[in-house]
């Protein structure tokens, strides 16, 4: 089972950036397509980006499209969200979790979930 461990969250001001990391435990993590949700207060859990195995395929919801970037390195079993021109409304907890099947852009589709990164935005 792989287990993932997010970093890399905190406090920024609006307009700032932050580089999140995704670490999971096994070599069999490069298998995956791997997926970043994100969770604000009070709301359901919302996509924010997901990349395929090799990197070459890579999906953004909306609200991120041309501010966030989604990278991995599989030889360090590690996913990246690149996340420029912060706004408040990013303001969430972010997970990563790896694809298992049907709709990218669901949460349903994922497993193993991190325990989670807090980002906040401040205006």
């Known amino acids: 089972q792989v287990q993932l461990v997010e970093s890399g969250g905190g406090l920024v001001q609006a307009g700032g950036s932050l580089r999140l990391s995704c670490a999971a435990s096994?070599?069999?993590?490069?298998?995956?397509?791997m997926g970043w949700f994100r969770q604000p207060p009070g709301k359901e859990r919302q996509f924010v980006a997901a990349?395929?195995?090799?990197?070459?395929?890579?999906y953004y919801g909306d609200p991120v499209k041309g501010r966030f970037s989604i990278s991995r390195d599989n030889a360090k079993n590690t996913v990246y969200l690149q996340m420029n021109s912060l706004k408040p409304e990013d303001t969430a907890v972010y997970y990563c979790?790896?694809?298992?099947?049907?709709?990218?852009?669901?949460?349903?589709?994922?497993?193993?979930w991190g325990q989670g990164t807090q980002v906040s935005v401040s205006s």
């Open positions: 990349i395929n195995w090799t990197g070459g395929s890579k």
């Open positions: 979790a790896p694809h298992i099947g049907g709709d990218i852009y669901s949460d349903y589709a994922y497993n193993y």
């Open positions: 096994e070599r069999t993590f490069s298998s995956y397509t």
